[in-house]
């Protein structure tokens, strides 16, 4: 619980400069967006080529050579990295579990644990999370953004969480907090009849381009921006008297403006978003100083990649000389050389016995490569292998003698310590991405909604009506000098792990036949299970006590 002194809505700073917002205040943002666009330059590039890199076209990158017969061989060890790295996380999709910190929240928070997922689903938020998986393991961020769509349930609106592409996205340079930025620009490409349909005042000021220099990837389909115009989302925030913060939105195209929140006398004072943060939350991979973003695999593992495949190019190269007969012929011989170079044709003639002999016609002799050279790409793909920590157990293979499901997942799981972190620095990003939701249940759930509940638990399947009452400020008493004390329901957010891995599924499984043979579930033997029960660790540990108490016909606090 929060508690604070309500206080009177303060005139914002510098109020009559700042609203309404216009002209000159989309001027200065349109200039500021441009500042914001060259402090980004590098990643930009970065971006776009590492998604070549990503493709297998890193020769494109690298500069590829002119001459047809060298080969260009695309190994795609550092696409299988990613490829593991990306199972994994699916492997480990997050579970929502709401705590209350006051014990009249709990049913609150058992409803916020039920409805969370449905509200995801609703939105196609796994294969957004799947989608931005690739994201941060190519380029080293993901940029998720919980959002309020009016137009969704008929009208009546509800929560979109959208995946940002990190060329769209601009923000202060320098700054490491997204949180941080005085402002935030989200550009994205609409067709002109589009923007004209919804917005008429744009007619005439729409050109055959998107009127902003758009850093893009290169396709495979020619793509065609002429009938498509740039629409810039600005978020900014003001500060207020007393030391609060406001968020403010505002939308631009063709250098006007569209809407802006600080001009609408209802939310002049409230702001965009009650909680007054950027919508957007960055799920960084491997962070850099300076910048909220990060590097991912690619820049990591695109040296060795690199070096791999020259060193089989080389090789490749070796083979194809030696595989191919070449002579040297001398200016005399009166070879037919039409004939000698068809290999279709039986006979070859030649003026004058005396010229064959071995002086005037020899064989070129290719010298094969040492055996060092393939020692060194073995060395090179060992290299990679350890930089993207994708052993040969991290993808099933344990080895001879290796097959007990326990004994695979153990070997894994101790080898995929890297991934295991990278997981958790996602479910950081998740649990602020479920905050974010939390508050606009609280500001947007003024009606009563219809949940058919999903995941474990004993709500499964069933349908529940939740609205955003017992989430709003309560007025709870007054303080000395008679203002009022406002009450704010807060809540933490936990997530578990859904495990979907087969093998883990089978270790479970090895686990719970072992607990049967070693008498855990014998009713007289309680007291002994529940006490092994508290030294040991593994997913489900609590219903297996809960299952054993049960049998044995305990309470729910008896222990050995």
């Not at 690619?298 to 791999?308: F, G, N, S």
């Not at 007969?325 to 005399?332: A, D, S, V």
């Not at 004994?407 to 890297?418: D, F, M, P, V, W």
Request: charge should be negative; hydrophobic fraction near 40%.
């Amino acid at each position: 619980m929060e508690t604070t002194r309500s206080e009177p809505a303060q005139p914002l700073d510098g109020l009559p400069a700042r609203l309404p917002i216009g002209p000159q205040e989309v001027a200065q943002a349109l200039k500021t967006l441009g500042a914001y666009k060259r402090g980004k330059a590098n990643l930009e590039r970065r971006v776009v080529e590492d998604e070549r890199w990503y493709q297998l076209r890193h020769w494109d990158v690298v500069g590829r050579q002119s001459d047809s017969y060298r080969p260009q061989p695309t190994s795609a060890w550092l696409f299988n990295a990613i490829l593991n790295k990306h199972a994994d996380a699916m492997d480990n999709f997050p579970q929502i579990n709401v705590l209350a910190r006051e014990p009249s929240d709990e049913a609150d928070a058992k409803m916020l644990s039920a409805i969370l997922p449905v509200i995801l689903e609703r939105g196609g938020f796994e294969e957004k999370y799947a989608a931005g998986w690739w994201e941060k393991l190519k380029h080293g961020t993901a940029v998720y953004a919980p959002l309020w769509n009016s137009a969704l349930e008929n009208g009546l609106g509800d929560i979109e969480v959208g995946l940002v592409d990190l060329l769209n996205i601009f923000w202060e340079p320098g700054i490491t907090d997204i949180q941080k930025s005085r402002n935030l620009f989200v550009v994205d490409l609409v067709d002109n009849d589009l923007l004209l349909a919804d917005y008429p005042q744009l007619d005439g000021l729409l050109g055959n381009g998107p009127g902003f220099d758009m850093a893009g990837y290169v396709y495979d389909d020619t793509v065609d921006l002429s009938g498509k115009t740039a629409v810039i989302d600005w978020y900014y925030k003001v500060r207020r008297k007393g030391g609060r913060t406001v968020l403010h939105y505002a939308k631009l195209c063709a250098g006007q403006l569209l809407f802006a929140s600080e001009n609408d006398p209802a939310l002049a004072q409230r702001g965009w978003y009650d909680h007054g943060e950027y919508p957007f939350v960055f799920d960084t991979l491997f962070p850099e100083k300076g910048t909220p973003v990060g590097f991912g695999y690619v820049a990591l593992c695109k040296d060795p990649q690199l070096y791999i495949d020259k060193l089989s190019q080389i090789m490749l190269e070796n083979a194809m000389m030696s595989g191919k007969k070449r002579f040297f012929i001398g200016g005399n011989t009166g070879v037919n050389e039409k004939e000698f170079l068809d290999w279709a044709a039986p006979l070859v003639h030649v003026e004058g016995a005396n010229n064959l002999d071995d002086a005037h016609i020899r064989e070129i002799q290719t010298t094969p490569l040492d055996g060092v050279f393939l020692q060194v790409l073995q060395m090179k793909i060992d290299e990679m292998k350890e930089t993207a920590n994708n052993r040969d157990v991290s993808q099933g293979s344990a080895g001879a003698g290796v097959t007990a499901a326990a004994a695979i997942t153990a070997l894994q799981e101790a080898g995929n310590k890297s991934s295991r972190d990278m997981i958790a620095g996602s479910y950081r990003a998740y649990a602020r991405l479920d905050y974010l939701i939390i508050e606009l249940i609280r500001q947007f759930y003024s009606q009563s909604r219809s949940f058919r509940i999903l995941g474990p638990g004993a709500l499964r399947g069933q349908f529940a009506e939740y609205s955003n009452a017992s989430l709003v400020d309560q007025v709870v008493g007054e303080d000395s000098a008679g203002n009022p004390l406002v009450r704010r329901p807060v809540f933490d957010i936990k997530l578990q792990t859904q495990k979907r891995n087969p093998v883990s599924q089978a270790g479970q499984n090895e686990l719970g036949q072992a607990l049967y043979a070693a008498g855990f579930f014998q009713p007289d033997r309680a007291y002994e299970a529940l006490t092994a029960l508290e030294v040991m660790d593994f997913e489900g540990k609590e219903r297996v006590a809960r299952a054993i108490r049960e049998r044995a016909g305990l309470g729910e606090t008896a222990r050995g």
